[in-house]
Nanobody, 127 residues
Framework: QVQLVESGGGLVQAGESLRLSCTASGRAFNAYAMGWFRQAPGKEREFVAAITWGGAGTYYADSVKGRFTISRDDAKNTMSLQMNSLKPEDTAVYYC????????????????????WGQGTQVTVSS
């Protein structure tokens, strides 16, 4: 049984930073790739960032590249998303996901969907 719990969301002003965390339960956390998606009101869930097993590979949506950094600590079964220079358009519910693979063969492998999901954490950026 895989359980993912996000934390760290909140209300900030444009230009400020937030750090989201995802804590995973279940075996072999370090054997799988992990990622973040987000869903804004009235919009579909979209890919934000992904990280392969061991952290060797990281991938970002163009909209967050250069501002967000994804990382993982396999010893603690945690994954983080450091979000800097936040914009109002970053406002969304952010979801942690675990993929069923360690790496990705195609872009669509990580942008389409994960296998397991957390309950989400709200991030609101005011202008």
């Amino acid at each position: 049984q895989v359980q993912l719990v996000e934390s760290g969301g909140g209300l900030v002003q444009a230009g400020e930073s937030l750090r989201l965390s995802c804590t995973a339960s279940g075996r072999a956390f370090n054997a799988y790739a992990m990622g973040w998606f987000r869903q804004a009101p009235g919009k579909e869930r979209e890919f934000v960032a992904a990280i392969t097993w061991g952290g060797a590979g990281t991938y970002y949506a163009d909209s967050v590249k250069g501002r967000f950094t994804i990382s993982r600590d396999d010893a603690k079964n945690t994954m983080s998303l450091q979000m800097n220079s936040l914009k109002p358009e970053d406002t969304a519910v952010y979801y942690c996901t675990r993929y069923n693979s360690a790496t990705f063969a195609y872009t669509s492998s990580y942008t389409s969907s994960g296998a397991y999901w957390g309950q989400g954490t709200q991030v609101t950026v005011s202008s």
